[in-house]
Structures are given as C-alpha cells and as structure tokens.
C-alpha cells in the first residue's frame, strides 16, 4: 500500500506516474500494490484509474494519514474469495463466536468468559469500556459525565465527547482502509451487525483504547478552541508515527482465522494477477 499527495496522478509513457508541481515525475509500480491511498492535492487522471483498475489496484480516497475515508474504487478487489470467507465466518454461529471471542482476547488481553453468547460478551465489554473511559478521564484530569452525545446536535455535546467522537471517526477512516485494501466487506460484521461499517466499527474498538482514546482525552484536557481540530491533527500525526495500517491487516487476518474455518480454495475460473512476478534464473538461495 502507498500514500500518495500534491500531485497529478497519470499516465506517461505507459507508466504509472506521480507529477508534483515542479513536473517531477515518481514512478509507482501500481501493478505490484495492492493499494494507493490517495490523500488531499492529488488529481487522478481517466487513464490512470484505467490503468489501476486494469491491474487490479484499489484506489482509495482519504484524508491526511487515513483519517477519513471519502470513496473507493471498485471496493472488495476484483476477487469474490475473500469476501466468501467473511460472509462463510459471519454466517456460521460457532465461528462467529469464535471471532468474537478473540477480539475480546486482543483488546483486553485476556480470555473472554467462557459459556457467554455474542450479546453477553457485548454487555460485558460495555461495563469494561465504561471503566477504561473513566480511568481515562481521571489519568487526564478531565471531568467525565459519560459516553453521551446526539449526531444531529453536535455543538451541545462536552468537550471530551466531541473530541473522542473526532478520534473514532479518524480511526474508522483507517480501519476502512485497511479492510477495503484487505479485500473484505465493511458491512459484514461480527460484534457490530446491520451497519454500512458494522466490520470497521469490530476492527477500530480493538485498538481504539490504546490509539485514538488517549489521544481525544489528552486534547479535552486542554480546553482549546478547536478541540475537533486538534484531536485529528493529533491522530493524524499519530497514524503516520506509528505506521497504523500496516498493523491493521494482520490484525483483520488473526481474527478472522480465529474462526477455524479454512479459507475458500483459489477457483480455477479466477482472474489472476495482473502483472505476475519475474522469475529469477538462480535458486532460491540466490538473488537473481
């Protein structure tokens, strides 16, 4: 996956190329990426999305570092296997539960009870979150009434829930990204169900509390005029610190595999890979 910004994305001499302001072409190797996330000040030409989607390689509109996400081009991939085995895990109670549960292991670092359904291991995790929010507040001196605020009257909100919602949002842009970059389907989700971003909103609460949670408290503790502002600078400049995205897939993978269901076999009839990788005339020992 790449991250690309101020430039004109096009193609010259039949390659695939980044024009910056000054004319200075870089060369991206769009048919080994599997991705291209395209942040503010890029123009993307009708050939080069033709070129893209000839390979294979998603484009993906977003903010600075992921922390929005506005559109993606043919989103899933050009690949139906992966999105079959989501929807296989989704759709099998027992492996759901067992996605489930390794969530809550990931995100709490231990085990989830044992004989729990779905709905039990939520109300759990509800009363765990309620706790964390509040520990939160107290390590930042920030005063906390509690996780409440109305979308449609956002201005009323406190100042730490306008900035943890500013926060969540960030990181469901990257999230998105990621699952979109991975292949998979935002709306088929495990804990979260019957939501556009029902799989994003699994994949952020795993690492929200030790990513973009802190980041929204430190900010309300603060008190400054543009809280908003400041707390998606903040992740913004966080997401590309620690390299997020690059976690995120893995992350989705173990999840997933968690299930103990065995990935759909390659179809015969599969489109395959756009630009295949060269072979090397020495062995495998060798570099050649």
């Known amino acids: 996956m790449v991250f690309l910004e101020y430039g004109e994305i096009d193609v010259v001499d039949g390659a695939f190329v980044l024009i910056d302001k000054t004319g ?13 996330l395209l ?12 070129l893209a989607a000839r390979v294979g390689t998603l484009l993906i509109w977003v903010g600075e570092a992921g922390v929005r996400l506005y559109a993606a081009g043919q989103p899933g991939g050009a690949r139906a296997d992966r999105l079959l085995y989501q929807a296989k895990l989704a759709l099998d109670d027992d492996a ?39 520990m939160l507040a107290q390590k930042y001196r920030v005063e906390w009434d509690g996780r409440e605020y109305d979308p449609a009257n956002w201005s009323e909100a406190d100042i730490p829930n306008r900035c943890l919602s500013s926060a969540t ?20 989700g495990f804990v979260h169900t019957g939501k556009p971003q029902s799989f994003v909103y699994d994949i952020a609460d795993i690492v929200k509390f030790e990513t973009v949670v802190p980041v929204a408290f430190k900010i309300a503790a603060k008190k400054q005029a543009e809280p908003d502002r400041e707390v998606r600078l903040a992740c913004r ?30 179809h015969p009839e599969a489109v395959p890979i756009a630009i295949p990788e060269e072979k090397g005339v020495a062995d495998a020992g060798h570099r050649g």
């Not at 990181?171 to 935002?186: C, F, K, N």
């Open 24 to 36: 200075i072409r870089t060369h991206i190797p769009v048919g080994s990426v599997a991705c291209l």
């Open 169 to 188: 949002s960030c990181l469901y842009g990257i999230s998105e990204a990621a699952i979109l970059a991975a292949g998979y389907a935002p709306a088929i």
């Open 96 to 134: 759901r539960l067992k996605v489930v549960r390794k969530m809550y292991q990931i995100r709490f670092g231990e085990p989830a009870p044992l004989r729990r359904s779905i709905e039990q291991l939520r109300g759990i995790e509800g009363s765990r979150v309620r706790a964390l929010y509040k």
């Open 39 to 50: 942040q503010p000040g890029t123009r993307v030409s009708h050939a080069a999305v033709v």
């Open 237 to 266: 400049d966080m997401f590309r610190q620690t390299n997020i995205l690059e976690r995120l897939i893995p992350l989705i993978e173990e999840v997933l595999a968690a299930g103990e269901l065995k990935p759909p076999e390659t």
